[in-house]
């Protein structure tokens, strides 16, 4: 077993503007959690606490982009575990939605922020596993709050054989579901059902960020955000950013039809969105397939070149 408390807690490498935006974002999500716990009668909120929060990606390893001011628009998240010690509080959507808005409009935050709410059972599992995600933020985090004598999980390494076969099997599986919606988005577009057709264009385009996250790291978080699944796979390849030319408010608004088409394009009688914008959608989507399919495909070769011969 591992201590949390054995994590880096230093964040000396990053510029004193990004230290104090962490220190905001960890103030947020602690008073926020505060406050959500308040007054609760059922047990897990009487007893909920939030045992760590720890910084992961490109901060933490010191290789994050903020080109924000240049034409490509680019930059990296503030990528966050949010450690916790019931199954309730992860899956609290309530809460998770107040924090994310907070961090959102907070005025001192300035870089975006992608957190992941779970439980120290989950992550120990995960670890024992062997599998990379948790593996990686283990080794490479670095805690912004613990709580004292929380232990983590020794990580197990995977075999070449586990490795390899969990890689393809993840692969094959969402790739092919990515496909499939990307045939039904077509039809629905042929028969004029834009919304619907957008809908399946976001599930196309999730699946295929999915592939990708499991394909390289084993782990995809339980959510249907694009913002949130574009963000960490960018983090794993900067090559995906290229996918999403954001430097035109046009393209912007565009993007954030199809973060939307999730929830609104079934739900909503205002969403409306334009064949032209569905093109153009489709083509980038389609251009996510590619990047993706080469990325992993690249990815599972390196592991089946370390198979025993």
């Not at 408390?5 to 960890?26: F, G």
């Not at 490479?140 to 929380?150: D, S």
């Not at 995977?158 to 045939?183: C, G, K, T, V, W």
Request: net charge negative; hydrophobic share 40%.
């Amino acid at each position: 077993m591992n201590r949390i408390s054995d994590l880096r807690t230093d964040l000396d490498h990053l510029p004193l503007s990004k230290q104090n935006e962490l220190v905001r974002v960890r103030d947020i999500i602690l008073s926020e959690f505060d406050a959500a716990m308040t007054g609760g009668t059922q047990d897990w909120k009487r007893q909920g606490r939030i045992l760590a929060i720890i910084l992961f990606g490109s901060y933490a390893r010191g290789d994050w982009v903020d080109e924000r001011h240049t034409r490509k628009r680019y930059q990296s998240d503030f990528d966050i575990l949010i450690i916790l010690n019931h199954d309730r509080l992860a899956r609290h959507s309530n809460l998770w939605i107040d924090v994310e808005e907070k961090l959102l409009w907070d005025k001192s935050i300035h870089t975006p922020v992608h957190f992941l709410p779970e439980t120290l059972q989950t992550v120990n599992d995960e670890l024992s596993k062997g599998q990379y995600f948790f593996t990686d933020i283990i080794k490479q985090g670095i805690a912004l709050y613990h709580k004292a004598g929380v232990n983590l999980a020794t990580a197990r390494p995977l075999s070449p054989e586990e490795a390899h076969e969990i890689a393809s099997d993840y692969f094959e599986d969402r790739i092919s579901a990515a496909q499939d919606f990307m045939i039904d988005f077509k039809a629905s577009v042929e028969r004029g059902s834009l919304k619907h057709a957008a809908f399946l264009l976001h599930q196309s385009a999730e699946n295929a960020y999915s592939a990708h996250l499991l394909t390289h790291t084993g782990y995809c978080p339980s959510t249907h955000r694009l913002t949130t699944l574009r963000g960490f796979c960018e983090d794993l390849d900067r090559d995906l950013v290229d996918v999403w030319p954001l430097d035109t408010k046009k393209a912007r608004a565009a993007f954030n039809l199809l973060v939307d088409a999730y929830v609104k394009a079934r739900y909503s009688k205002h969403y409306d969105i334009s064949e032209e914008t569905l093109g153009w959608l489709s083509d980038r989507v389609a251009d996510l397939h590619r990047q993706v399919r080469q990325s992993c495909e690249s990815h599972i070769a390196k592991l089946a070149s370390n198979l025993p011969s």
